[in-house]
């Protein structure tokens, strides 16, 4: 375990402790205690220090590899939990094993789509990626990323009381605000396709980075799951689950699923794009998960790429 584990568990019962009890703690000395602490205030934990005593404001459980492989049961994947990483979509591309799960309590450099920033403060919300080799081609995988968001807001639904929308491609969104995120990423190789499939979901967060420039919410806001570790269980059963039924549980899944989560149906939208924007009215996806807007001109069709949708 280390040394942040370690500190974080003892503080856990949101308890004033001295700092001569902390350096007391297997394998701990003053020195990596004082850097341990200055580690957790870069993250921004809020840790109090008051005299020679710390108090952790607002403990929460930590994510355990045990806790989520018990309550995955049979047949879960090999997981890669760490403290902090720059991103897990990262590492797994940079350790791509098919089946491989890698999360983290902490991204010092999340992703988002479209080059954009994914805030990831620690110990609060859910950072997970998983890699899958798709043999045999392309086909049929068109609608992959469209699909990992709406299993993702399935297997969420149960922690969640209002429900989960989402926005084309993958956006989840709780009453207007958002819940999560998803980043898929893929090489082709030959024949087969190595996917890093990854996904933020906002689960214990009070407050967001001034870089976060949209309305925000998280499950514990909506009277659901605050165990990270069920919950992760939960998505990566979701998503082991989409990839093996693949392709055609990725069709499948998008006929049935996606038209009663699909935010933009019925609804006046603009698509934008390099070429300028569209306006129009959301008319569902098509086979191969691209979105259809019925505008002035007849019906247009969106890929996923460099696209944003704004729902009126
Ligand atoms: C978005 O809505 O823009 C997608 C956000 C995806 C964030 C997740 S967090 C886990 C994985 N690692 C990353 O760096 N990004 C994804």
């Known amino acids: 375990m280390s040394a942040i584990n370690s500190i974080l568990e003892r503080l ?6 001295s700092l001569r009890e902390l350096e007391a703690l297997p394998g701990m000395e003053a020195t990596v205690l004082a850097a341990s602490l200055d580690t957790l205030a ?23 590899e045990a806790a989520i492989r018990s309550h995955f049961g049979a047949g879960c994947p090999e997981v890669d939990l760490r403290l902090s990483v720059d991103s897990t979509n990262q590492r797994l591309r940079e350790r791509f094993a098919h089946g491989r799960v890698c999360l983290a309590e902490h991204q010092s450099a999340g992703r988002g789509r479209r080059g954009r920033v994914w805030a990831s403060p ?3 919300n859910l ?5 899958w080799r798709f043999s045999g081609g392309l086909e049929g995988l068109s609608g992959l990323s469209l699909a990992v ?3 993702a807001a ?22 207007g605000r958002k819940l999560g995120g998803v980043l898929v990423e893929t090489v082709a190789r030959g024949d087969d396709l190595n996917v890093v499939a990854g996904l933020g979901v906002n689960v214990l967060m009070e407050q967001a980075s001034p870089e ?3 309305p925000w919410t998280t499950l514990a806001r909506h009277g659901g799951e605050r165990d990270r570790n069920r919950i992760a269980a939960a998505l990566l059963r979701a998503l082991t689950s989409l990839f093996r039924a693949a392709p055609a549980g990725i069709a499948t899944l998008l006929e049935t699923a996606w038209p009663t989560r699909d935010l933009s149906l019925g609804r006046a939208v603009t698509v ?41």
């Open 272 to 312: 934008f794009t390099e070429e300028g924007r569209s306006e129009g009215i959301g008319s569902g996806i098509d086979e191969q998960g691209r979105l259809l807007v019925a505008t002035a001109g007849g019906t247009r069709r969106f890929q996923v790429g460099d696209v944003s949708l704004r729902l009126a």
């Open 154 to 175: 399935e297997a969420l639904q149960s922690f969640c009381e209002p429900p989960i929308g989402v926005k084309w491609p993958n956006d989840l969104y709780v009453e």
């Open 122 to 124: 620690a110990f609060a």
């Open 127 to 131: 950072y997970l990626s998983v890699g």
């Open 42 to 64: 870069a993250w921004s934990v809020e840790i109090e220090r008051v005299g020679d005593r710390v108090r952790w404001r607002s403990p929460r459980p930590l994510l355990s």
């Open 12 to 17: 856990s019962d949101g308890q004033a402790h």
């Open 212 to 214: 976060v420039d949209q």
């Open 149 to 151: 968001g709406l299993a």
